[in-house]
């Protein structure tokens, strides 16, 4: 996607708050009160609003919200050939407090057939108008790392974990044929396990799982690259990666220095979409592995975590500070994250996020006119 204008140097993450119409009806739908289709009908009625919110906000690339999903991750997992959902012992840990208990489990080969998503996408398509509709999608390291890496595959389907890294990246690159074939010329991934290798803690907990983060970094890299291979010149692929975002916490600490080289420096998506929102993040010295004139970065500056709004003095002062790494060019702005990872939302209103996203409109408008 050639961003020439100011427009599209503001972008959107994906998720937005959930109304109280989504969540009623969800939970009219799980007390049997009434059907999918009737489900269907107010999710998609949300949907429309939420673009309009989008357009009128002065975005040109717009999302459904994910007002579908209750997870980023698990509802797209679930869709997926050979992936068993189960009620796990407990949720995931962040900063303070827990998902509730839900993870998922491999038992087949991999494989991506009819997923309900395609249809997702169709839909948002359809109302999009002159915006750019992107589809939104976990990165497969997210359900290597997420359902708990070899214990979590079945060893009678792959008793090799080889065989299973190459079933995952033809899973993804199924799905970018199958999403571009129903009309999605602009997909992301999204991707926490790339902040989690960053994170000294994090790196600690896998050695002592018996895996070796470095490593898992390579293997991550080459899945990436095989799931890419041969994708249409005129789908824009973006990696967005950050440190966990449930009910405005986190999980993950540290800079991407870890991981600069081989991520920025060899993945081969068009877009990084980074976390950029506090002292957890770290610097932009990273940045230097980005590639000159071959793809573009989108700083997320902007926090969703809380309300408060940024000074746009002190993000076009973070941008210049970038901008000494990485051509300005090659910038854009977005906030860090979703504003609701999860169904429950983070803790910030809805009239703050619409405050937020008109204020990345502004400063982009402002720097790349």
């Known amino acids: ?97 827990q998902t509730k208990a839900r993870s998922i489990r491999i038992n087949g080969r991999l494989g991506f057939s009819q997923h309900p998503m395609l249809e997702d996408f169709r839909y948002l398509k359809s109302i999009s108008g002159d915006a750019v509709a992107k589809m939104t999608i976990p990165s497969p390291s997210v359900l290597h790392f997420r359902a708990g890496g070899r214990k979590a595959v079945d060893a009678g389907v792959y008793p090799e974990m080889a065989a299973f890294f190459d079933d995952l990246a033809a899973t993804w690159r199924q799905a970018i044929t199958a999403f571009y074939e129903a009309g999605c010329r602009y997909l992301q991934l999204d991707d926490t396990v790339w902040a989690y290798l960053c994170s000294e803690d994090q790196r600690r907990q896998l050695r002592e799982q018996g895996e070796d983060p470095d490593a898992l970094a390579r293997t991550y890299a080459r899945v990436l690259n095989q799931a890419l291979a041969g994708k249409p010149d005129d789908l824009t692929v973006g990696l967005h990666v950050c440190r966990g975002n449930f009910r405005s916490t986190w999980i993950s600490e540290g800079g991407y220095e870890p991981v600069a080289e081989i991520l920025f420096g060899g993945v081969n998506v068009d877009a990084f979409f980074l976390e950029y929102d506090n002292e957890r993040s770290g610097g932009f010295e990273p940045l230097r592995f980005i590639r000159p004139g071959k793809q573009q970065v989108v700083l997320g500056l902007i926090t969703t975590k809380t309300g408060e709004l940024e000074s746009t003095a002190a993000v076009k002062a973070r941008i210049a500070e970038a901008a000494r790494y990485v051509s300005l060019d090659q910038l854009c702005l977005s906030p860090q994250c979703g504003f609701a990872s999860t169904e429950e939302g983070n803790n910030i209103s809805e009239a703050q996020q619409w405050d937020k996203l008109r204020l990345v409109v502004s400063i982009a408008h402002e720097l790349w006119k």
Request: charged share 25%.
């Open 1 to 97: 996607m050639q961003r020439n204008n100011a427009d599209l140097r503001a972008e959107v993450v994906g998720s937005f708050l959930r109304p109280q119409a989504i969540k009623q009806a969800r939970e009219q739908f799980q007390q049997g009160q009434i059907d999918a289709v009737a489900l269907r009908r107010i999710e998609d009625q949300a949907i429309r609003e939420v673009v309009t919110q989008q357009r009128a906000c002065g975005l040109k690339v717009v999302t459904d919200g994910e007002f579908r999903r209750a997870w980023w991750h698990l509802d797209f997992f679930e869709g997926l050939d050979g992936v068993e959902p189960y009620e796990s012992a407990h949720g995931i840990q962040f900063n303070g407090v």
